[in-house]
Nanobody, 116 residues
Framework: QVKLVESGGGSVQAGGSLRLSCEVS??????????MVWWRQAPGQERELVAA???????RYGDSVKGRFTISRDNDKKTLTLQMDNLRPEDTAVYYC????????WGPGTQVTVSP
C-alpha cells in the first residue's frame, strides 16, 4: 500500500515563498520508475496539475506557475519537493503529490494560503 504524505504548507503574504515536501512510502522501486506530479485544488475548482518531474529529471509546469515554482525529486529518499516563490493569492489551494494518472491513494494534502 503506497502512502503519500505532503507537508510544508502554510499562510504567507503575496510575494512570499514556501517549500512543500512529499514523502512516498510503500512504493518499492515503482517511485523511481514513474513521473511524479504536484497537484492542487482550490475550493469549487477542479484539480490542477502544477508541476511534474519525470524519472530522468525532465520537468514540466503549469502555465500559471512557470518561472515561480521549481519541482525536484530524490529517488533515493523517495521524496518530491516543490519550491514556490513569488506566491500569489491565486496559488491558494490544497496541494497534493501523486502520479499523473493511475493514481495512488491520495494523501491528506497540505494547505497553502496566500494573502494579498
Amino acid at each position: 500500500q503506497v502512502k503519500l504524505v505532503e507537508s510544508g504548507g502554510g499562510s504567507v503574504q503575496a510575494g512570499g515563498s514556501l517549500r512543500l515536501s512529499c514523502e512516498v512510502s510503500g512504493s518499492g522501486r515503482v517511485f523511481n520508475q514513474v513521473t511524479m506530479v504536484w497537484w492542487r485544488q482550490a475550493p469549487g475548482q477542479e484539480r490542477e496539475l502544477v508541476a511534474a518531474a519525470s524519472t530522468t529529471g525532465t520537468t514540466r509546469y503549469g502555465d500559471s506557475v512557470k518561472g515561480r515554482f521549481t519541482i525536484s525529486r530524490d529517488n533515493d529518499k523517495k521524496t518530491l519537493t516543490l519550491q514556490m516563490d513569488n506566491l500569489r493569492p491565486e496559488d491558494t489551494a490544497v496541494y497534493y503529490c501523486n502520479r499523473p494518472n493511475a493514481f495512488w491513494d491520495w494523501g491528506p494534502g497540505t494547505q497553502v494560503t496566500v494573502s494579498p
